[in-house]
């Protein structure tokens, strides 16, 4: 069965750095794009980037980009997503998701890694 773990978040104050992970398992993970989607305490869903499966096409939401960087490792079926210049809007929920095959939705979604940061 599908499963996306993710790992990797904690506390980390302003101005600071964090990288979470997400191990994939049970589908060819080489064969999907991935995204990486937040939720912070009382707000909906915010998409914040996706990669494509060669790893060489990225896109960001605007409040991410420049500080945050997704890549991904096919050989390892590990999805990453590095945070520089942390702020306290990034407190989040942040979970990797599986782009479905029709490109419209996410069909699989990880149970989510919380970032908090917090001077």
């Known amino acids: 069965q599908v499963q996306l773990m993710e790992s990797g978040g904690g506390l980390v104050q302003p101005g600071g750095f964090l990288r979470v992970s997400c191990v994939a398992s049970g589908f060819p993970f080489n064969y999907y794009s991935m995204s990486w989607v937040r939720q912070a305490p009382g707000k909906g869903y915010e998409w914040v980037a996706d990669?494509?499966?060669?790893?060489?096409?990225?896109h960001y939401n605007d409040s991410v980009k420049g500080r945050f960087t997704i890549s991904r490792d096919n050989a390892k079926s590990t999805l990453y997503l590095q945070m520089n210049s942390l702020n306290v809007e990034d407190t989040a929920l942040y979970y990797c998701?599986?782009?479905?095959?029709?490109?419209?939705?996410?069909?699989?979604w990880g149970q989510g890694t919380r970032v908090t940061v917090s001077s």
């Open positions: 990669i494509n499966t060669g790893g060489d096409s990225t």
């Open positions: 998701a599986r782009l479905h095959e029709n490109q419209f939705s996410y069909d699989y």
